[in-house]
């Protein structure tokens, strides 16, 4: 693992395996299906729901250690005329360089993102073209408790003329308490702000996961439900349920 901490034993061990599940930045391939349902649209009374098939995957380039990450969404949201629309929505991929901290319990990396108008109907994508960066920490020198984030930023670069342009920064800051036999808490709200509009969600959450060993991956299963404390504009998150399946293997 690229965040390894230094303890010996069974029990060292399995709470190292515990803290690495939740760390982006992970020397492993990993395979997630995360949902996030929206039980409510700010200035609407309608819901939301996003199913993401993620991948992660390390490699080697230009003298240095990457750790890149892909998302294709499954988007179901409403319709101005009632009903919904679901279907792919726009993929976006970030390849994260990894700076040697000095610390090999503390995880740091930065680089490009982009996403790809790759959504099967206008009303789930954007139509544009996005590039930008994101910047992770995860600090595992706890073995009880550990922390970080994931910073992204994106704006439009391309695209169809007649949509609106993207230019859209996001704040995970993540915190997860390990309670021992894989047991722990955690919260991963994502904060979002819309620098075209000024729109903005801030959710904070408060759920539980379990990680257990199988023969062939480490498999972390969590729900999390989120309360947005502040939100400005319409279709913000006011409330929601973050769950899913992670395997690093």
């Known amino acids: 693992m690229i965040a390894t901490i230094l303890m010996a034993g069974p029990a060292a061990a399995q709470s190292d395996s515990a803290a690495q599940a939740n760390n982006p930045l992970a020397n492993t391939k990993a395979l997630n299906f995360q949902n996030q349902y929206t039980g409510e649209l700010s200035g609407t009374d309608r819901d939301a729901n996003q199913l993401f098939l993620r991948y992660a995957q390390p490699f080697s380039a230009f003298g240095g250690q990457w750790l890149m990450r892909a998302t294709l969404?499954?988007?179901?949201?409403?319709?101005?005329?009632?009903?919904?629309?679901?279907?792919?929505?726009?993929?976006?991929?970030?390849?994260?360089?990894?700076?040697?901290?000095?610390?090999?319990?503390?995880?740091?990396?930065?680089?490009?993102?982009?996403?790809?108008?790759?959504?099967?109907?206008?009303?789930?994508?954007?139509?544009?073209?996005?590039?930008?960066?994101?910047?992770?920490?995860?600090?595992?020198?706890?073995?009880?408790?550990?922390?970080?984030?994931?910073?992204?930023?994106?704006?439009?670069?391309?695209?169809?003329?007649?949509?609106?342009?993207?230019?859209?920064?996001?704040?995970?800051?993540?915190?997860?308490?390990?309670?021992?036999?894989?047991?722990?808490?955690?919260?991963?709200?994502?904060?979002?702000?819309?620098f075209e509009t000024d729109n903005y969600a801030v959710p904070i959450g408060l759920g539980v996961g379990k990680v257990f060993q199988t023969d062939f991956a480490t498999v972390n299963a969590f729900v999390e439900p989120q309360y947005s404390v502040a939100t400005e504009g319409d279709g913000q998150p006011e409330w929601g349920i973050f769950g899913g399946l992670n395997f690093q293997f």
Do not use: C, H, M
């Open 73 to 194: 969404p499954v988007n179901t949201f409403p319709e101005a005329g009632g009903g919904d629309t679901t279907g792919i929505g726009d993929f976006n991929v970030f390849a994260a360089y990894l700076f040697d901290t000095g610390n090999p319990a503390i995880s740091f990396g930065v680089g490009p993102q982009v996403t790809i108008p790759t959504a099967t109907d206008d009303a789930i994508g954007s139509e544009k073209w996005s590039l930008g960066f994101a910047n992770v920490l995860f600090n595992a020198t706890n073995p009880k408790f550990q922390w970080g984030y994931l910073l992204t930023w994106q704006a439009s670069v391309a695209g169809d003329d007649n949509r609106a342009d993207v230019n859209i920064g996001a704040f995970q800051p993540f915190a997860f308490y390990q309670l021992g036999q894989g047991w722990y808490l955690r919260s991963s709200g994502i904060w979002t702000y819309d």
